[in-house]
């Protein structure tokens, strides 16, 4: 199985950049949907955006559309998040999930068809 280790959390102004990276073990990386997640005080986990094992496909929330870019490295066995012209509403923690073994993309961002996450990392926009 899959375990995560995400970073590149921290605390930055709105407008600025933050790159998250989630580094995977195990040897099905390459078999998993990687999504990112992200939970808000007081609020549900919301989807924020996943990527296909092979990487050719990639699904973003409408929030983040044109500002956050994932990707990933199958021989380094990391998915990355960039974010750009972040805003205070992306004040959450973030997680990323592995799911092995899917078929099709019509579950992918829902957080409760992944098998794997990890422990989060926290991401703070000041105003």
């Avoid at 099905?28 to 955006?49: C, L, N, Y």
């Avoid at 592995?98 to 996450?117: A, P, V």
Wanted: glycine content about 12%; aromatic content about 12%.
């Amino acid at each position: 199985q899959v375990r995560l280790v995400e970073s590149g959390g921290g605390l930055v102004q709105a407008g600025g950049s933050l790159r998250l990276s989630c580094a995977a073990s195990g040897r099905t990386f390459s078999r998993a949907a990687m999504g990112w997640f992200r939970q808000a005080p007081g609020k549900e986990r919301e989807f924020v955006a996943v990527i296909t094992r092979d990487g050719g496909s990639t699904y973003y929330a409408d929030s983040v559309t044109g500002r956050f870019t994932i990707s990933r490295d199958n021989a380094k066995n990391t998915v990355y998040l960039q974010m750009n012209s972040l805003k205070p509403d992306d004040t959450a923690v973030y997680y990323c999930a592995g799911r092995e073994n899917y078929s099709g993309t019509y579950y992918l961002k829902r957080h409760d068809y992944y098998n794997t996450w990890g422990q989060g990392t926290q991401v703070t926009v000041s105003s």
